[in-house]
């Protein structure tokens, strides 16, 4: 673009949106971006205080702020709907109920490309569709060329760098064991509990089994949903360090792969997840049925979402793992599990 006294304006086309505030106070739009200014524009020019305009340069290798962040919002996302351009800035919300999730890697590495700014809600948070999930803007009015073109290459190799990912409803089987509620000596409390946590997720729950401490029995009850289908097999009770606890040996028993027993995050530090095959076994800690949320509400939407869960995936919550247990619950709008 290029700076033009605005008695030279006449012919020159305005770069940006002019707004003035009228004898109300009211702002609006006296000029829009594309105007081409005439003999009659000048008087009102001056009359706004404007004693040069920007206008668009054709030979400058520039893009105007709202195509820069449209063609960077045409690539960056999936499920995401991206509103209409608005002084550089495009909002991103969610097009669908899932999990919001976050290439953190490459977002960052978006916004040390020159001029360009992304700033979304925090990673792997439950969203309905609709809610907003952050904005995309450009700094100045205009950026060189090589800013948009780098912006937008970064973003197509790490494709998506933000996204919805829709729950899938797993088919799901109950594990609750301990000795006291099995021989029905205590009611359990641990089911309502359960089904209310896997209910915002859709899913499809096979059944609930109980079992007394013992090792060969819990291991049975799994089998038994493994060969029903089950794609995620939730186990409650039996997680502590106690020498009768054995509900994690059962899980490590019936796994191919065990990822952890056990996560720095409090409460919930006892949580245990393995697979079996393609199947979720989840310990869920015993903090689960007093606090409203632990660990176990960290990771439900990532694997209702269907990610594959990694060891770092636990090692990286340590900052943030800490829950302040404030006497009104806030979560999400808290930093619990905030990666």
């Given at each position: 673009?290029?700076?033009?006294?605005?008695?030279?304006?006449?012919?020159?086309?305005?770069?940006?949106?002019?707004?003035?505030?009228?004898?109300?106070?009211?702002?609006?739009?006296?000029?829009?971006?594309?105007?081409?200014?005439?003999?009659?524009?000048?008087?009102?020019?001056?009359?706004?205080?404007?004693?040069?305009?920007?206008?668009?340069?054709?030979?400058?290798?520039?893009?105007?702020?709202?195509?820069?962040?449209?063609?960077?919002?045409?690539?960056?996302?999936?499920?995401?709907?991206f509103?209409?351009?608005?002084?550089?800035?495009?909002?991103l919300?969610?097009?669908?109920?899932?999990?919001?999730?976050?290439n953190?890697?490459?977002?960052?590495?978006?916004?040390?490309?020159?001029?360009?700014?992304?700033?979304?809600?925090?990673?792997?948070?439950?969203v309905?569709?609709?809610?907003?999930?952050?904005?995309?803007?450009?700094?100045?009015?205009?950026?060189?060329?090589?800013?948009?073109?780098?912006?937008?290459?970064?973003a197509?190799?790490?494709?998506?760098?933000?996204?919805?990912?829709?729950?899938?409803?797993?088919k799901?089987?109950i594990?609750?064991t301990?000795?006291e509620?099995f021989?029905?000596?205590?009611?359990?409390?641990?089911?309502?509990?359960?089904?209310?946590?896997?209910?915002p997720?859709?899913?499809?729950?096979?059944?609930v089994?109980?079992?007394?401490?013992?090792?060969g029995?819990?291991?049975?009850?799994?089998?038994?949903?493994?060969?029903?289908?089950?794609?995620?097999?939730?186990?409650?009770?039996?997680?502590?360090?106690?020498?009768?606890?054995?509900?994690?040996?059962?899980?490590?028993?019936?796994?191919?792969e065990?990822?952890?027993?056990?996560?720095?995050?409090?409460?919930?530090?006892?949580?245990?997840?393995?697979?079996?095959?393609?199947?979720?076994?989840?310990?869920?800690?015993?903090?689960?049925?007093k606090?409203?949320?632990?660990?176990?509400?960290?990771?439900?939407?990532?694997?209702?979402?269907?990610?594959?869960?990694?060891?770092?995936d636990?090692?990286?919550l340590?900052?943030?793992?800490?829950?302040?247990?404030?006497?009104?619950?806030r979560?999400?709008?808290?930093?619990?599990?905030?990666?």
């Amino acid at each position: 673009m290029k700076k033009i006294r605005s008695e030279d304006a006449v012919g020159e086309t305005l770069c940006h949106d002019l707004t003035e505030i009228n004898r109300d106070g009211v702002r609006s739009t006296r000029f829009r971006r594309g105007h081409v200014f005439t003999r009659d524009d000048i008087p009102a020019l001056l009359d706004m205080g404007k004693a040069h305009i920007y206008a668009w340069d054709p030979a400058a290798d520039e893009v105007h702020e709202e195509e820069a962040a449209l063609e960077l919002s045409g690539v960056i996302g999936r499920n995401i709907d991206f509103s209409k351009p608005a002084e550089g800035k495009i909002t991103l919300t969610a097009a669908a109920d899932g999990l919001f999730h976050v290439n953190t890697e490459a977002l960052h590495t978006i916004n040390r490309v020159p001029d360009y700014t992304v700033a979304v809600r925090r990673n792997n948070i439950t969203v309905s569709a609709g809610d907003k999930l952050g904005g995309l803007r450009i700094v100045p009015l205009v950026t060189e060329r090589e800013n948009t073109d780098a912006a937008v290459r970064l973003a197509e190799e790490s494709f998506p760098v933000v996204e919805v990912k829709p729950f899938i409803p797993l088919k799901t089987g109950i594990i609750i064991t301990g000795g006291e509620v099995f021989s029905g000596r205590i009611p359990d409390r641990f089911e309502p509990i359960l089904r209310a946590k896997l209910k915002p997720f859709g899913a499809n729950i096979l059944g609930v089994k109980f079992a007394p401490d013992d090792t060969g029995v819990i291991t049975e009850h799994i089998q038994r949903f493994l060969n029903l289908g089950a794609e995620v097999i939730l186990l409650t009770g039996g997680m502590s360090v106690d020498p009768d606890d054995v509900t994690p040996t059962a899980i490590r028993r019936s796994s191919t792969e065990f990822l952890t027993y056990g996560v720095p995050m409090q409460p919930g530090n006892m949580f245990t997840l393995a697979y079996s095959g393609n199947t979720v076994l989840a310990g869920v800690p015993a903090a689960s049925m007093k606090a409203p949320v632990t660990s176990f509400d960290i990771f439900l939407p990532r694997i209702f979402a269907g990610e594959d869960l990694r060891g770092t995936d636990f090692a990286a919550l340590g900052a943030g793992g800490f829950c302040m247990q404030c006497d009104v619950c806030r979560y999400p709008v808290c930093n619990f599990g905030n990666l």
